[in-house]
C-alpha cells in the first residue's frame, strides 16, 4: 500500500490565488461549507431513496445491492426532479433576491409605511 | 421556460480504467450536476438584471458615461451582492467537482496505478520523454482549478489524479459532453467527414491531447489511420495510454512532446488537431504551435482547432465580461488575450495561404441512447441559450463551439 493522505490529496489546493467574492471572506467559507453539507444532505436522501426502492421490489437491502442499484427511467426522473426541487429550495434566497430586482413593487417597506402611518 | 433535468450520473460510459464509483459518489455527482443547471440556468441570467438594475445606473450617476471596458465592468459588478453570490457558487461548485472526483481516484490509488502500470509495461506505444519540461503558462497556475493540472505527479512514475477529470466533467458539463466524454471529438469528426468527405488522412496529430478522450474518435472513424496523442505531460499520457489499451485501440500513440518545437520530422501529419488547448498556453506559444504544424503537415494536409469563438470588434462589452470569465476567474489566464487575437492573421503569418482558411461551428455530439429520452442537457459556456430548448431538442444537442483552421499549401 502507498502511504498516500487520500483525505489531504483529495482537498488539495489548485495552484493559483483563490477569489472570494463577498466582502468578508468569512461569508465565502461559511459558504463553501454549507454547500458541502448540503451536497451530503442529497447524498443521504438519495441513498435513502435507493433503499425504499430495493425494499418495494423485495431485493434484500445490502451494502453490495444498494451500490449495484441502476434507477429506470421513471426512477432516475423522480430522483432527478427531487434534486432539482431540492437545490431550489436552499438557493431560494437567491431566488427572491432576483425577483426583487426584477420588480421593485415587491419591495415596498412595510416599516416605512408602518412608521408614516403611526406619524399621521 | 422548462428547467432542464440533466441525466444520472449512473449513465456515463465506462471503460478498463474507470474508477469504482459508490453509489454515494454517484448521488453526489447528481447534486452537483443539478446544481451546476440551476446556476446555468436559474442563477446566471440574473447577473445581467444586476448589471442593467443596479451596476449600470451606480456607474452612469458616478462617471456620467457608458461603460467603455469588460474589465470595468468586472471591477464594478465585484460590489452586486446578487453577482457575488453567484461567482462564489460557481468556483465553489467547481472545487467541489474537483474534490469528489480525486476521492473517488486517490482512495483507489494502488489498484488504478497498478493497472496503468500493467498495461503500459513494455508497450512501445507509450512514448515518454523526460527532458520535455512543462512551459511556465502551464504551471503558474492549475487551470480549471484542477490541482495538478495535466502534468502533477502524486508519486514519480505514476498519473497523478488525471482520472480524476474525467470522473467529474459530467458534473460541470452536465452531460453536455456525452456519455464518455468525448462529444467534442465526435463533432470534429462529424465537421470533418461533412467538410472533407474524401480527405483519408494515414497520420494524424492531436497536439495537446492530454489524456485522448477527444481524440479516441479521430482513431476509430478512421481506423485504417494512425494517431498520435501528444502533451507535455506524462501522467495524462500513462492514464490515458492504458485507457486507450482498455478500450480496444491499437492504432494510438502516446507521445511526450511539446507543440511548440517537437522532434516529429517534417511533413509526417496529414492532419493536426487541437481541442480546446491553444486558449490554455500562451500569445508566444499559439504562434511557435501553427508554425510548427505548418511544419509538421504534408502539402494537402489539414490543421484544425476548436476553441470557443474569439472576440469580433462589434461583440458587446457584456459578452466580452461573461465570456473573459473563466480566464480571471476560472484560472485560464490567456484566454482574455487569446480572446482578442484574429486566428486568420494568426494562420497567415505561420504560412498558411489566406484562400486555404475556413471556419465554423459544431455542436458537441451526444451519442443515442445512453441518456434517459427525457434529459436535456446545458452549454457551460452559453447556457441561456439551451434554457430557451425543449428538453427533448436539447438532450441532443451539447456545449457549441468554433472551429477554424487552415490546409497547407500543396
Ligand atoms: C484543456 S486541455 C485539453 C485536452 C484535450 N484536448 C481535451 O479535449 O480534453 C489542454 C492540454 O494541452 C496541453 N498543452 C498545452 N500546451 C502544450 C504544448 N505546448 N505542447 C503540448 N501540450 C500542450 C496541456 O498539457 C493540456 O493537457
Not at chain 2, 464594478?76 to 480525486?102: I, S
Not at chain 2, 510548427?292 to 474569439?310: I, S
Not at chain 2, 470588434?313 to 484560472?331: C, H, I, S
Not at chain 2, 441518456?371 to 427533448?392: D, F, I, N, V
Request: charged share 25%.
Amino acid at each position: 500500500m502507498t502511504n498516500i493522505d487520500v483525505n489531504a490529496l483529495a482537498n488539495a489546493k489548485a495552484k493559483g490565488e483563490r477569489p472570494y467574492f463577498f466582502d468578508d471572506p468569512a461569508v465565502e467559507r461559511v459558504l463553501s461549507i454549507t454547500m458541502a453539507v448540503a451536497a451530503e444532505v442529497a447524498v443521504l436522501r438519495e441513498r435513502m431513496d435507493t433503499i425504499e426502492r430495493l425494499m418495494e421490489s423485495g431485493t434484500a437491502v445490502t451494502k453490495a445491492s444498494i451500490d449495484a442499484y441502476k434507477p429506470d427511467d421513471n426512477a432516475a426522473r423522480e430522483r432527478q426532479e427531487w434534486h432539482a426541487a431540492y437545490v431550489a429550495r436552499i438557493l431560494r434566497i437567491i431566488h427572491q433576491e432576483l425577483q426583487a430586482l426584477e420588480d421593485e413593487s415587491l419591495n415596498v417597506s412595510s416599516k416605512k409605511l408602518a412608521d408614516a402611518q403611526a406619524d399621521q | 421556460m422548462s428547467a432542464i433535468l440533466p441525466p444520472t450520473y449512473d449513465r456515463t460510459g465506462r471503460h478498463g480504467l474507470t474508477p469504482e464509483v459508490t453509489h454515494d459518489d454517484a448521488a453526489r455527482f447528481n447534486f452537483l450536476t443539478n446544481l451546476n443547471v440551476y446556476l446555468g440556468q436559474r442563477v446566471f441570467p440574473g447577473i445581467k438584471q444586476a448589471f442593467e438594475k443596479r451596476v449600470k445606473p451606480k456607474h452612469l450617476a458616478r462617471t456620467g458615461v457608458d461603460f467603455t471596458s469588460h474589465r470595468d465592468i468586472r471591477d464594478e459588478m465585484r460590489a452586486d451582492p446578487y453577482y457575488q453570490a453567484w461567482a462564489a457558487l460557481r468556483v465553489n461548485t467547481m472545487e467541489m467537482r474537483q474534490q469528489a472526483g480525486r476521492h473517488v481516484v486517490l482512495r483507489q490509488y494502488d489498484a488504478m496505478t497498478e493497472k496503468i502500470r500493467a498495461a503500459n509495461a513494455g508497450k512501445n506505444t507509450l512514448q515518454l520523454d523526460d527532458k520535455v519540461t512543462v512551459p511556465e503558462y502551464l504551471s503558474q497556475v492549475d487551470n480549471h482549478w484542477m490541482p495538478g493540472s495535466y502534468y502533477g505527479e502524486i508519486v514519480p512514475g505514476d498519473a497523478g489524479a488525471v482520472a480524476s477529470y474525467e470522473v467529474g466533467l459530467f458534473v460541470t458539463t452536465a452531460g453536455s459532453m456525452s456519455a464518455f466524454g468525448d462529444g467534442a471529438g465526435r463533432a470534429i469528426v462529424k465537421f470533418v467527414k461533412e467538410r472533407f468527405p474524401n480527405f483519408q488522412p494515414k497520420r494524424i496529430l492531436d497536439l495537446g491531447g492530454a489524456f485522448g478522450i477527444n481524440s479516441l474518435p479521430l482513431a476509430a472513424a478512421f481506423p485504417d489511420a494512425e494517431l498520435v496523442v501528444m502533451d507535455v505531460g506524462a501522467p495524462a499520457l500513462r492514464y490515458g495510454h492504458a485507457r486507450a489499451q482498455s478500450m480496444g485501440y491499437t492504432n494510438v500513440q502516446f507521445v511526450q512532446a511539446n507543440g511548440e518545437h517537437t522532434n516529429f520530422p517534417a511533413e509526417s501529419f496529414d492532419w493536426i488537431q487541437t481541442t480546446m488547448t491553444l486558449h490554455e498556453t500562451s500569445a508566444n506559444a499559439v504562434v511557435n504551435i501553427l508554425k510548427e504544424c505548418q511544419r509538421l503537415l504534408k502539402p494537402g494536409g489539414l490543421m484544425l482547432h476548436l476553441e470557443q469563438p474569439n472576440f469580433a470588434p462589434e461583440t458587446p462589452l457584456w459578452e466580452r465580461f461573461t465570456r473573459d470569465w473563466d480566464a480571471w476567474y476560472n484560472n485560464e489566464p490567456f484566454w482574455a488575450k487569446f480572446h482578442t487575437m484574429n486566428v486568420f492573421d494568426l494562420m497567415a503569418d505561420a504560412g498558411f495561404a489566406r484562400d486555404t482558411h475556413f471556419d465554423g461551428r459544431a455542436k458537441a455530439d451526444i451519442e443515442a441512447g445512453r441518456y434517459q429520452p427525457w434529459a436535456g442537457t446545458l452549454s457551460r459556456h452559453s447556457p441561456e441559450q439551451k434554457a430557451a430548448m425543449s428538453q427533448q431538442e436539447s438532450a441532443r444537442k451539447g456545449e457549441g463551439w468554433y472551429l477554424f483552421g487552415a490546409t497547407k499549401s500543396t
